[in-house]
């Protein structure tokens, strides 16, 4: 009998990592908007008993944050995560208890939608990603946003994934999943999207969809996985040989997949046990990491540059 081919180890990468700032309550959503501002939030802030989470803009020299804003939306308080920065330089936000989001440059702020194309209440959201087209895909692993209950995916598996198209058509395109997180636009060699990732925390899976339009997957099939360990799958990005890198949350490691998945093929060891979201520089090696031991940023420098987002693709 043939003896089976023992799986492969990933490759352990000792990465050199700086922290550029801490104590930013549920430190998430780094991202660079067109004149390289440095934006990401801060959900967990409350005030009273009271959700009031803010979006920071990050000197990245003198490594100081403020607030840019602190969306409210009748009078309830945002659990802004994911952001994404489009070619207008607005910077879009998943928020847990407002939906979608979208902030100009000096922090006004609206609501992009309540409901669906269905007319179906929006749920809260959690990361979003442009694809090279300017479709929004957003995950949402919250119940009704505000002023519905807040509860999230983890106890029942009603989390979602949208679309907000160019369009201005909010589709949902997918449903029942167990706490929807960090997403990602696989490109084909001619920028066309090709496949859109999800991350599903509580069960480590990372699933895969092929993008057959604006609003429309194909199948769900199994992409990826993280290995047994504590925490899952949450922000990620892609570098320029499209490797995605993945935060997983809890085990105190950035896995790396390469272009078709499977398992891991190399774990970034970080400073930190609850790696939550990463974003590229553009054109350059050095990722941001944010973090939920210390609630920081850090940056380090990976083997190569960052895929181009959305907002810096100038023709296709």
């Not at 979006?55 to 607030?67: F, G, I, M, R, W």
């Not at 309540?114 to 119940?143: E, I, S």
């Not at 696989?186 to 895969?208: C, F, N, Y």
Request: proline share 6%.
């Amino acid at each position: 009998m043939a003896k089976m081919a023992e799986k492969r180890q990933p490759e352990i990468y000792e990465a050199e990592f700086s922290k550029v700032v801490d104590n930013l309550l549920g430190a998430e959503g780094p991202v660079f908007d067109k004149d390289g501002n440095f934006i990401m939030v801060a959900p967990e802030v409350m005030k009273g008993d009271s959700y009031a989470g803010q979006v920071l803009t990050v000197n990245l020299e003198t490594k100081k944050a403020d607030v840019l804003c602190e969306p409210n939306v009748d009078g309830y308080g945002g659990i802004p995560a994911g952001c994404q920065c489009d070619k207008d330089n607005n910077i879009w936000i998943a928020d847990m208890r407002l939906g979608i989001l979208k902030v100009k440059s000096d922090g006004d702020y609206e609501q992009v939608c309540r409901v669906d194309k269905n007319g179906d209440k929006m749920q809260g959201c959690n990361d979003c990603c442009f694809d090279y087209d300017g479709n929004l895909w957003v995950t949402a692993p919250a119940a009704e946003i505000a002023p519905a209950e807040y509860r999230r995916s983890f106890e029942a598996p009603f989390g979602s994934v949208y679309c907000y198209t160019k369009n201005k058509e909010v589709i949902k395109v997918a449903t029942d999943m167990w706490f929807p997180n960090g997403i990602a636009v696989l490109h084909s060699s001619d920028g066309r999207p090709k496949k859109l990732i999800v991350a599903e925390t509580k069960t480590k899976m990372l699933w895969g969809y092929d993008i057959e339009g604006a609003g429309k997957l194909g199948p769900k099939e199994e992409w990826g996985k993280l290995p047994n360990s504590d925490g899952g799958p949450d922000g990620m990005d892609f570098d320029q040989e499209n490797n995605l890198l993945v935060a997983h949350h809890g085990s105190g490691h950035l896995a790396v997949f390469g272009p078709e998945g499977g398992d891991p093929q190399t774990l970034i060891k970080c400073p930190f046990s609850k790696p939550s979201n990463l974003h590229f520089k553009k054109n350059t090696n050095t990722v941001y990491v944010t973090e939920h031991q210390y609630h920081g940023l850090w940056k380090f420098e990976w083997k190569r540059p960052g895929k181009l987002q959305y907002c810096d693709i100038i023709s296709l």
